[in-house]
């Protein structure tokens, strides 16, 4: 079974900025081969895609994030990334981190208007 741990979540004025990293208890050869992505989720509505990279890095967004957020693998640290700028109030979720399997525990990001 693969663990995934978010970290780097917070509080954040609207504006600011804040990056998410995902490390992955697994082989590097097993990481590099698995699409990751990064879900959100806001009480009583469905986890929603954010931002998904696949194997060769190709990256697609939700439009609500486009030009704000980047999405980032480092297959030699099993950690992927999601760097989050120019915050707004609608990005305040839980976020969360998949390998298109397993998910992580998820982190908090509150912005503040």
């Known amino acids: 079974q693969v663990q995934l741990v978010e970290s780097g979540g917070g509080l954040v004025q609207a504006g600011g900025s804040l990056r998410l990293s995902c490390a992955a208890s697994t082989s590097r050869i097993l990481f590099r081969v698995h699409a990751m992505g990064w879900y959100r989720q806001i009480p009583g509505k469905q986890r929603e895609l954010v931002a998904a990279?696949?194997?060769?890095?190709?990256?697609d967004y939700a439009d609500s994030v486009k030009g704000r957020f980047t999405i980032s693998r480092d297959n030699a640290k099993n950690t992927l990334y999601l760097q989050m700028n120019r915050h707004e109030a609608e990005d305040t979720g839980v976020y969360y981190c998949?390998?298109?399997?397993?998910w992580g525990q998820g982190t908090q990001v509150t912005v503040s208007s």
């Open positions: 990279i696949n194997q060769r890095g190709t990256t």
């Open positions: 998949n390998d298109s399997t397993y």
